[in-house]
């Protein structure tokens, strides 16, 4: 009873109560904006990779495709630290809406066709989102372990 008590406490805010829904969106809504920031830096880092080396065009798609899982990974890293738990469903769902975000944006450039390269994409960018969810849940359970050792 009295954990449940504890558990309650922690959820409230001094002004109200929190609920733990409101806890993971605005959790989830940090977690995207990293991500983002991290894809956009190494979006940057590739760009400059492409001019100083002679790469083909072509080579342009996969490198954002890895910059865009590489935030994935970021961002589902980020949420798991913040949330403590679920490692891999939550790093999934960080994403999962990074790549609703990528077809929304392939979208609203006109590419309406669905390929296998969308499906590798969706693949991908669930497996380096729950990936970064997986590190941040072996990390925030070796603080936890440090913690618990020094008392």
């Known amino acids: 009873m009295q954990r449940g008590m504890q558990r309650m406490n ?12 409101g806890v993971l969106a605005a959790n989830l809504l940090w ?43 970021c961002g589902g890293w980020l949420l798991v630290r913040r949330q403590g738990e ?3 469903a939550l790093g999934a769902l960080v994403g999962f809406l990074f790549f609703g975000m990528l077809a ?3 979208a609203l450039n006109g ?7 969308l499906a590798a994409k969706l693949v991908s960018l669930l497996l ?18 440090r913690r618990a050792k020094a008392k």
């Not at 590419?111 to 390269?117: Q, T």
């Open 10 to 21: 922690q959820n409230q805010k001094p002004g109200g109560r929190r609920s733990r829904t």
């Open 128 to 145: 380096s989102g729950a990936l970064g969810g997986y590190v941040g849940l072996l990390q925030s359970e070796r603080k936890r372990r």
């Open 31 to 73: 977690a995207v904006a990293a991500g983002l920031a991290a894809a956009v830096g190494a979006m940057g880092a590739m760009a400059v990779l492409l001019t100083r080396v002679s790469l083909p065009a072509a080579a342009a798609v996969p490198l954002a495709t890895l910059a865009v899982c590489l935030g994935a990974g």
């Open 104 to 106: 929304a944006a392939a």
């Open 111 to 117: 590419s309406r066709d669905v390929s296998g390269l």
């Open 86 to 88: 679920n490692g891999l």
